[in-house]
């Protein structure tokens, strides 16, 4: 995107080892890996690595010209401030708000909406050099305590600590062993549900850990107690791969357990109704047994959303028989019965359902890749509103079924972010901004975005977002940014960011979206269009797109940069080694790159239900066929 100096120069690369001795034999094919040692991130060997890599990195960057001007101006239009949507809890109000550079939003509690706002929670004050994040919390129903969860140094492992809200003051209590985990709070006040994994018998903190994560578990932590003495509420010792969420209804009056294999959107769903333990969950502490789930859905063929419940009549969002998803309603004593509430759309997908007002449920669809929202019925599913909305996404819905109004988060690819109002008890709902985030010196009708379906090597129509400074030439000129994800069901839908419009206004540059297979875009079959065995799709729809910015005028070969994360950086990999002639530069960030060993480290395990696994015969096969280079 700008000049380095000396860019046609061969690079000096750092010399790495080979230790030709490691091989493997996978079904009766060896395989060399002469790498193996980079396994160990704390060896001293990988670390001199690491710190060769950078230095090669920083060479390179450091005779880019426009890169210190690139920052200043990226640094001026990230100086703005930005707001969450409002939520209750009790008779309080909270909300997160940042400043404008802050590395963390803080958490603010207020008496009322119109009330001055307060500092409950600032991460960015928890460590001096910033490596203490905030990564979950959860407030209690009277709005008197807050658990939360920080984590060090990039790690997944988070501790829990306890604070009361009206003195400010962090409690006793420090949960250790937590990860992959909410907290979900008995409406008693008295304690929360969370999930951890059994101590290691080492500190794990330091952000580098590689060990395979098995035998999640939900236990119950009582205020006050030290963390020995909670409340062990299931495990599956059978199933030690399989990951937990234990929440509690809006009502307080279940506790609805879901089990996961991977991260395909299936789950099994146990419920318990806490009435029904006769010594509360207290009794446990003595008894050490499980708490008494009922299996409502104990097979891994659809995944189940509680949207609301009216004592044991509950509703459900699910793909059961419904790709693009659709609300169930069964009585949970009386499984035999289910009905259709709001049965599949035949185009859109459904999002979201929040239950509001009574009996009313704000329903989010996705029409392809932009948002659009709707007020239904809860009992009947009957459309009651269309919700006026722009194209974009909606970033948050802050609503309790008790609660007469919503709070809407939306953003876009030039819109930083409103946060709507909208009251639900009047005749005709009306959108209102309740806040607006302002980019200084950010005019938004310098730019355009279109989206054009671009068609795959298959025939299959790819959406694709195009953002750039408005009339420009398509005379194959622009420096190009292309980026992709497709995995996981994960849908990228239309977001604001400050980078990118910075390389549109002062580089002269096209942005692009490839929304392609693999995704939730277009619901659960666009998904597995894009996974295991057709996971070549996903490669496919992207070199299409960026054959199609060539072909209409956009770019060229050499000034394609194409980007992604995680599962993108799998991607950007497997592309530029299938297509080399295609990019002049790939930003393949933390991507999943050894697809014969991923599932031996942390939470790998979880990711072979769209990759596969080289431990099976059939999946070893296309994981080398479609993941090597020829």
């Not at 079904?27 to 060896?43: C, K, M, T, V």
């Not at 509420?233 to 969420?245: A, T």
């Not at 109002?421 to 200084?440: D, G, H, Q, Y």
């Amino acid at each position: 995107m700008g000049s380095v100096a000396g860019d046609a120069v061969r690079l000096a690369y750092p010399p790495v080892r080979r230790d030709e001795s490691v091989v493997d034999t996978y079904h009766g094919a060896q395989i060399p890996d002469p790498y193996r040692w980079l396994e160990d991130p704390d060896s001293e060997e990988t670390k001199e690595f690491v710190a060769a890599q950078a230095e090669l990195a920083e060479s390179v960057l450091a005779g880019c010209a426009d890169r210190e001007g690139l920052r200043r101006e990226v640094t001026r239009l990230f100086d703005h401030p930005r707001h969450a949507a409002p939520f209750r809890r009790g008779d309080k109000y909270f909300h997160f708000h940042n400043s404008g550079l802050q590395a963390q939003s803080v958490l603010y509690v207020q008496d009322d909406l119109e009330a001055e706002a307060e500092v409950l929670l600032d991460p960015n004050t928890l460590s001096k050099d910033g490596t203490v994040a905030l990564s979950t919390y959860s407030i209690s129903e009277d709005g008197k305590y807050i658990a939360y969860g920080l984590s060090e140094s990039g790690s997944d492992w988070i501790t829990i600590r306890v604070m009361g809200i009206a003195d400010r003051q962090d409690m006793p209590d420090k949960l250790s062993w937590v990860k992959f985990s909410s907290i979900s709070w008995t409406h008693d006040g008295k304690g929360f549900f969370y999930g951890r994994y059994p101590a290691p018998g080492v500190e794990l903190d330091a952000g580098t850990e590689t060990t395979i994560n098995l035998n999640h578990q939900i236990y119950y932590h009582i205020l006050g107690s030290d963390q020995s003495e909670d409340i062990l509420c299931w495990k599956d010792p059978e199933n030690p791969k399989h990951s937990l969420g234990a929440s509690v209804t809006e009502d307080g009056k279940y506790i609805i357990l879901g089990t996961y294999d991977g991260c395909d959107p299936v789950n099994k769903l146990y419920y318990c109704e806490i009435s029904s333990l006769p010594h509360g969950l207290e009794g446990f502490r003595e008894t050490k047994e499980m708490l008494p789930f009922v299996k409502l859905i104990d097979n891994f063929d659809a995944q189940y959303q509680v949207v609301a419940n009216d004592g044991d009549e509950f509703t459900f969002l699910t793909n059961k028989n419904a790709p693009k998803n659709k609300l169930v309603r069964v009585n949970i004593k009386k499984p035999e019965a289910w009905t259709d509430v709001l049965p599949e759309h035949e185009r859109d997908v459904l999002e979201s359902a929040d239950a509001v007002n009574g009996n009313q449920l704000v329903v989010c669809y996705m029409s392809d890749v932009k948002h659009t929202l709707q007020i239904r019925d809860l009992i009947t599913g009957n459309l009651l509103h269309q919700l006026p909305l722009e194209i974009g996404s909606v970033s948050e819905i802050s609503c309790r079924r008790e609660d007469k109004e919503v709070f809407i988060g939306f953003m876009s690819f030039l819109s930083p972010g409103i946060i709507y109002r909208c009251n639900l008890a009047s005749t005709i709902p009306e959108m209102k901004t309740f806040r607006e985030i302002s980019v200084p010196g950010f005019d938004r009708t310098s730019f355009e975005v279109k989206q054009i379906f671009v068609p795959s090597k298959d025939g299959t129509k790819i959406p694709m977002f195009i953002m750039s400074k408005k009339d420009i030439e398509l005379d194959g000129s622009h420096p190009t940014l292309l980026y992709g994800y497709g995995g996981f069901n994960i849908s990228i839908t239309p977001s604001f960011s400050v980078s990118r419009l910075v390389l549109c206004k002062n580089m002269g540059s096209v942005v692009c979206i490839a929304n392609i297979r693999g995704g939730g875009e277009y619901g659960e079959e666009w998904h597995k269009a894009g996974a295991l065995a057709k996971k070549q799709n996903c490669f496919d729809d992207f070199i299409a797109c960026a054959e199609q910015l060539i072909s209409s005028g956009y770019t060229s070969n050499k000034k394609i940069c194409i980007e992604g994360g995680s599962n993108g950086g799998l991607l950007i990999a497997a592309c530029i080694n299938q297509r080399p002639d295609l990019f002049g530069c790939a930003l393949a960030h933390v991507g999943v790159m050894d697809m014969l060993r991923f599932h031996k480290f942390t939470i790998g395990h979880a990711w072979t239900t769209d990759y596969g696994c080289s431990d099976k015969e059939e999946e070893f096969g296309w994981l080398i066929k479609i993941f090597s280079p020829s």
